[in-house]
């Protein structure tokens, strides 16, 4: 399995970035997608997620009403639209895959990409 990330950058508060996960090698019958973030001292935190199966997602607190996480329908792709970017949102971004078609934390997830950075200035 490969996963790559792309998209980080700098952007001011109040802007948009689209992060992209390209997912290849996948030999799971059904699977989530993730996106994680990591910022400096702190935890892994869950972002958002989307199923191989039916395409329902989740959005863990930092993401709701501001993040849509979306595919392009093979789940060779997958996108996280980022709007209405705080200072607190700078991390480093992660997608990973999981063998649970719903899958929500970290634990569960096979696969990880490597990041891609989200600076956002105030």
């Known amino acids: 399995v490969q996963l790559q990330a792309s998209g980080g950058g700098l952007v001011q508060a109040g802007g948009s970035l689209r992060l992209s996960c390209a997912a290849s090698?996948?030999?799971?019958?059904?699977?989530?997608i993730g996106w994680f973030r990591q910022a400096p001292g702190k935890g892994r935190e869950g972002v958002s997620a989307?199923?191989?199966?039916?395409?329902?997602?989740y959005y863990g607190d930092s993401g709701k009403g501001r993040f849509t996480i979306s595919s392009d329908g093979a789940m060779s792709t997958v996108y996280l639209q980022m709007g209405s970017l705080k200072p607190e949102d700078t991390a480093v971004y992660y997608c990973?895959?999981?063998?649970?078609?719903?899958?929500?934390?970290?634990?569960?997830?096979?696969?990880w990409g490597r990041g891609t950075q989200v600076t956002v200035s105030s």
């Open positions: 989307i199923s191989s199966s039916d395409g329902r997602t």
């Open positions: 990973a895959v999981s063998r649970w078609r719903y899958a929500i934390t970290q634990w569960e997830y096979d696969y």
């Open positions: 090698g996948i030999t799971f019958a059904n699977y989530a």
